[in-house]
């Protein structure tokens, strides 16, 4: 089956539903994480069921169907993007910085839709590594990473004081979302069988995390 860009926009039209889960997870947040937590979690259920129906019992109706539409050739009898997606999601969120965590997200969202949208259609070096990837894909997706890191902790910081009280003291956090951006671009290039909607939040963060213990450890003995 040959995949179409009509057919990209529609699976990433579910993806960049990351927005409200950030939003409602801001919004939750002061009141108790816990709870945030356990409604994305209902949530995560809630997909795995209806993955269910739609791998196991192969079960016919409009809703089902329309998935089908959007979902990969790997995908058919298997997890989809959108169940990994939100399992990475949880755990970003769950263990990380709250910065880091909503940049993570982000970068999975649209970084990966940049980069399939311009690598089908202005991809004309392919990478070595996969024929279906091009440079001028991955290009695009590490400036998009960095700009989506940049936009966090700057306009949305403002719009959102909570993000603001995360970030580190004294720690430049430019640096560290280069760091994102190059492990969400690498991650996406090097995953082909496994999820990077999965891969991708939790490499990105664990990286931006370690840097930032290390950077404050750095701070505080000097």
Same mark, same amino acid.
């Given at each position: 089956?040959?995949?179409?860009?009509?057919?990209?926009?529609?699976?990433?039209?579910?993806?960049? /539903?990351?927005?409200? &889960?950030? %939003? !409602?997870?801001?919004?939750?947040?002061?009141?108790?994480?816990? !709870?945030?937590?356990?409604?994305?979690?209902?949530?995560?259920?809630?997909? %795995?069921?209806?993955?269910?129906?739609?791998?196991?019992?192969?079960?016919?109706?409009?809703?089902?169907?329309?998935?089908?539409?959007?979902?990969? /050739?790997?995908?058919?009898?298997?997890?989809?993007?959108?169940?990994? +997606?939100? %399992?990475?999601?949880?755990?970003?969120?769950?263990?990380?910085?709250?910065? &880091?965590?909503?940049?993570?997200?982000?970068?999975?969202?649209?970084?990966?839709? =940049?980069?399939?949208?311009?690598?089908?259609?202005?991809?004309?070096?392919? !990478?070595?590594?996969?024929?279906?990837?091009?440079?001028?894909?991955?290009?695009?997706?590490?400036?998009?990473? =960095?700009?989506?890191? @940049?936009?966090?902790?700057?306009?949305?910081?403002?719009?959102?004081?909570?993000?603001?009280?995360?970030?580190?003291?004294?720690?430049? =956090? &430019?640096?560290?979302?280069?760091?994102?951006? /190059? /492990?969400?671009?690498? =991650?996406?290039?090097?995953?082909?069988?496994?999820?990077?909607? !999965? &891969?991708?939040?939790?490499?990105?963060? +664990?990286?931006?995390?370690?840097?930032? @213990?290390? @950077?404050?450890?750095?701070?505080?003995?000097?």
């Amino acid at each position: 089956m040959v995949w179409t860009i009509k057919q990209e926009l529609g699976r990433k039209a579910v993806h960049i /539903t990351s927005l409200l &889960i950030v %939003i !409602l997870y801001l919004w939750l947040f002061p009141l108790s994480q816990k !709870l945030a937590l356990f409604l994305l979690a209902i949530l995560l259920v809630v997909v %795995i069921e209806i993955e269910y129906f739609r791998i196991e019992t192969r079960m016919k109706n409009k809703l089902l169907s329309f998935m089908n539409k959007y979902k990969r /050739t790997k995908e058919t009898h298997h997890l989809g993007g959108d169940a990994f +997606f939100l %399992i990475g999601a949880i755990i970003a969120l769950a263990i990380y910085d709250l910065w &880091i965590a909503v940049i993570a997200i982000l970068m999975t969202t649209f970084g990966d839709l =940049v980069a399939s949208l311009v690598g089908k259609t202005l991809g004309k070096h392919k !990478l070595f590594r996969h024929p279906k990837k091009s440079w001028e894909g991955s290009i695009a997706e590490f400036f998009t990473n =960095v700009l989506i890191g @940049l936009l966090v902790v700057g306009p949305l910081t403002k719009a959102y004081p909570l993000l603001e009280k995360t970030l580190p003291d004294k720690v430049l =956090v &430019i640096p560290i979302i280069l760091v994102m951006a /190059t /492990t969400a671009t690498l =991650v996406e290039v090097a995953v082909d069988k496994l999820d990077d909607n !999965l &891969i991708i939040p939790l490499f990105a963060g +664990f990286n931006a995390q370690v840097l930032v @213990l290390l @950077l404050s450890l750095t701070i505080t003995v000097s």
